[in-house]
C-alpha cells in the first residue's frame, strides 16, 4: 500500500471537551454529571426491591446508561490529559476530582446492586425473563451474586469514599513521581535528557554496551525513589488486603478472577500447560545468548535486535502496513484503523513529558476510541500500534450495544489487541524479503511468547508471593527485591544472567487501583487469540462476522461460556491451551532451524 499523505502522530482531543485542562466544556459536564448522579441516587433509594417490577427496574437501567456513557467520556478524557503531558498541573487536578466522582458514581451502583440482592429469587428470574430486561440480564445477574458478597450498604460506601484520598491516591502519587524521573544519556555525541517512557524505547538498540548502559542508569532512577515506591506499593496492597479481610475474603486472586469472569480452574489449567512447556523457549533464549555472542542473555538482552541495525519505519509507513494486513483478515477491522489514523484518534509523537506506556481507551458516548503510545519506529512499536488498535476495534463493534453490556473483562480486552497483533507480525513473517529478514521478524514473534510465558508469569508469581507477606506486615525494599528476583528466575527458568530487582517498581501496573492481578488476563488474551486465530485460518472469508459476534459476546457471557459457544473448547482443560501454545513452539523451531550453524 502507497500513502502520499503523512498521518498526523498527536491526537485531536478537541472532537470530545474542547480546551484541554481548562476546558469549560468539561467544567460544564461534569457539573451537570453531579446532579445526574445525584438524581440517580434519588431514584434509586426510592425504588422499593419488595415489590420490583420489571418497568421499575428498566426505568433505572434506561436513566442510568447515559450517565455511565457521559461518565466513561470524561473518565477517559482525563486520562488522556494527564497522559499527554505529566506537568499539566491543571490536569492532575481533573485526576483527583475524577476521583471524586468516581466514588459518588460507585456509590450509587453499590446502592442499586444491594437493592437487587434484596429481590427473591423467584422474583428476579421473573424479571429476567421481561422483554424490558432480557438484553441485560447477564450484567445484572453478575451485579445482584457480587452484591451478596459484600458488606452492608453504608460500609461499601464509606469504603469508596475513603479510597478516593487513600487507595487511589497512592496510584496517583506513583504516576507523579514517575512523571518527575528522567534519564541523561549520549547521543550523537550530544548529551540529552529523555523521559523514562523514551529511554526505555531506546532498550532496543543493537549496540549491547548502550543498552547496559540505558539499563543501569534508569536502574539507579528506579532505585532512588525506590522508598517511596515501597510505601506505595505497600500501602495499595494494605487497603486492598483490609477491604477483603472485612468482607471475609481470604484468597487474593477471588476478585482478579470475578473481575476477568474466570474460573479459577481455568488459570491453573493455562499456568500448568506453560510450565510444561517453556523448554522451547529457554532454547530460544541460549539460541538468542549464541547469535549475540554471549554466555547467557541478561535481562537487558532479550529485545535487542539480532542485525548490526534495526530496520525503522516511518509512522506513516507502519499504520500502512497495519492497514494493509488487517484488510486480509478483516475489511471491517482495516476501515476502523484507517479511520483512527486519518481522525487523529492517536497520540505517538516521539517527545518528553508523556506518561510511559501505552493504552487505548474509550468513549461510549461520543462513539470514539483514542490511542496512546510513544512511536519510536521499530517493530515493537508497530506491533504495539496494532495491539491498540485491537482495543479499539473492539469497543467500535460494541457501540451499538447496551452500555452494560459494554463492559467486557481485561482478559478478552487483551484477546483483540493480541489477535490483531498477531495479524500483523504473522503477515510480516511470511512476507520477508530475505533469511535475515525472517530470522528478525521470527525472533520479535517468538520473543512476544517468551513475554507471555515468562516475564507476565514473573509477575504473576511475585504479585501472589507478594501478598501472601502483605498480609504480615509492610515488606521493605530489600525484600521486594529479592522476591522480584526469585520469581524472574523461577520464570525464565534460570535462563539468564541478569534480572531487573527493581521490575517492581518500574512496572506501573502493579500500582494500579482499578485492576488487581494486571498480569496473568495478557497471557490468557494472548493464547485465547492464538486457539481464534487458528479457528480463523480454517475458516477463511467467513471469519469476520464470527469474530465480531465473539468480541460482542464478550461483556455478557463468562469466558469458559464465550469458547464454548465461539470455539467449542473447554477452558478448564489443559488441551486447549497445550494446543495454542504448540503454535508458539512452531515459530521456535523454525527460528531454530533458520540460524542453525
Keep these: 500500500m502507497t500513502h502520499t499523505k503523512k498521518y498526523n502522530q498527536t491526537w485531536d482531543l478537541d472532537q470530545i471537551f474542547t480546551g484541554g485542562s481548562t476546558s469549560e466544556d468539561l467544567q460544564q459536564t461534569v457539573k451537570q454529571l453531579t446532579e445526574e448522579i445525584g438524581q440517580m441516587d434519588e431514584q434509586i433509594t426510592q425504588f422499593n426491591p419488595e415489590n420490583a417490577t420489571a418497568e421499575s427496574l428498566a426505568a433505572i437501567t434506561d436513566n442510568l446508561s447515559p450517565v455511565q456513557k457521559q461518565l466513561r467520556d470524561v473518565y477517559a478524557y482525563i486520562s488522556c490529559l494527564s497522559a499527554q503531558d505529566v506537568n499539566d498541573e491543571e490536569a492532575a487536578v481533573w485526576v483527583a476530582k475524577r476521583g471524586e466522582l468516581s466514588a459518588k458514581m460507585g456509590a450509587v451502583g453499590t446502592k442499586l446492586d444491594q437493592k437487587l440482592k434484596a429481590i427473591d429469587d423467584t422474583s428476579w428470574e421473573q424479571l429476567l425473563g421481561s422483554p424490558q430486561l432480557k438484553a441485560i440480564a447477564f450484567p445484572l445477574s453478575e451485579a445482584r451474586l457480587q452484591a451478596k458478597e459484600l458488606l452492608p450498604l453504608e460500609q461499601e460506601i464509606l469504603i469508596n469514599d475513603l479510597a478516593v484520598d487513600g487507595y487511589h491516591a497512592w496510584n496517583q502519587m506513583y504516576d507523579t513521581i514517575v512523571g518527575s524521573m528522567h534519564v541523561t544519556a549520549e547521543e550523537n555525541g550530544e548529551t540529552k535528557q529523555y523521559s523514562i517512557g523514551q529511554a526505555s524505547n531506546k532498550m532496543s538498540t543493537p549496540d549491547r554496551n548502550v543498552r547496559k548502559n540505558l539499563f543501569e542508569k534508569i536502574h539507579r532512577e528506579w532505585q532512588k525513589n525506590a522508598s517511596l515506591f515501597g510505601q506505595t ?65 541478561s535481562i537487558y538482552d532479550i529485545g535487542a535486535p539480532l542485525g548490526k541495525s534495526e530496520t525503522k519505519m516511518s509512522y506513516t509507513e507502519g499504520a500502512d502496513r497495519i492497514i494493509s494486513q488487517f484488510q486480509k483478515f478483516s475489511p471491517k477491522m482495516a476501515e476502523f484503523a484507517k479511520m483512527a489514523f486519518e481522525n487523529r484518534w492517536i497520540e505517538a509523537e516521539d517527545r518528553p513529558g508523556k506518561r510511559p506506556g501505552g493504552f487505548c481507551t474509550s468513549f461510549p458516548n461520543k462513539e470514539q476510541t483514542r490511542i496512546f503510545m510513544t512511536f519510536s519506529g521499530s517493530a515493537s512499536n508497530i506491533a504495539t500500534l496494532a495491539h491498540e488498535l485491537g482495543h479499539g476495534f473492539h469497543q467500535h463493534v460494541m457501540n451499538d450495544l447496551h452500555i452494560m453490556n459494554q463492559k467486557y473483562a481485561m482478559n478478552v480486552a487483551e484477546t483483540a489487541s493480541t489477535f490483531a497483533e498477531m495479524i500483523v507480525a504473522d503477515a510480516a513473517v511470511k512476507q520477508a524479503a530475505s533469511e535475515e529478514e525472517k530470522i528478525a521478524l521470527l525472533e520479535d514473534k517468538v520473543r512476544r511468547g517468551v513475554t507471555f510465558f515468562m516475564n507476565i508469569h514473573a509477575r504473576f508469581l511475585f504479585e501472589t508471593r507478594f501478598y501472601e507477606e502483605r498480609k504480615n506486615g509492610m515488606i521493605p525494599v530489600d525484600q521486594l527485591n529479592q522476591l522480584m528476583i526469585d520469581a524472574q528466575k523461577e520464570a525464565y527458568c534460570n535462563a539468564l544472567d541478569e534480572y531487573d530487582p527493581m521490575f517492581w517498581a518500574s512496572k506501573l501496573h502493579f500500582h494500579k487501583t482499578g485492576t488487581p492481578f494486571y498480569n496473568f488476563p495478557y497471557t490468557f488474551g494472548y493464547l485465547f487469540s492464538l486457539g481464534i486465530y487458528a479457528h480463523a485460518r480454517e475458516q477463511g472469508s467467513g471469519f469476520e462476522d464470527e469474530y465480531i459476534a465473539l468480541l460482542q459476546d464478550t461483556g455478557r457471557m463468562t469466558v469458559e461460556d464465550l469458547a464454548e459457544k465461539h470455539l467449542g473448547v473447554d477452558l478448564t482443560k489443559p488441551d486447549f491451551w497445550e494446543k495454542a501454545i504448540q503454535l508458539c513452539v512452531e515459530d521456535v523451531h523454525e527460528f531454530m532451524q533458520l540460524t542453525e550453524k
Excluded: C, S
Excluded at 482478579?256 to 479459577?264: C, I
Design 233 to 297: 506499593l505497600n500501602h495499595l496492597a494494605g487497603f486492598r488486603l483490609h477491604t477483603y479481610r472485612q468482607r471475609g475474603w481470604d484468597d487474593v486472586l477471588k476478585e482478579p478472577l470475578e473481575n476477568n469472569r474466570m474460573q479459577k480452574e481455568t488459570l491453573d489449567a493455562m499456568w500448568t500447560a506453560i510450565e510444561q512447556n517453556k523448554a522451547p523457549f529457554v532454547d530460544f533464549l541460549n539460541r538468542k545468548a549464541d547469535l549475540l555472542d554471549l554466555d547467557k542473555l
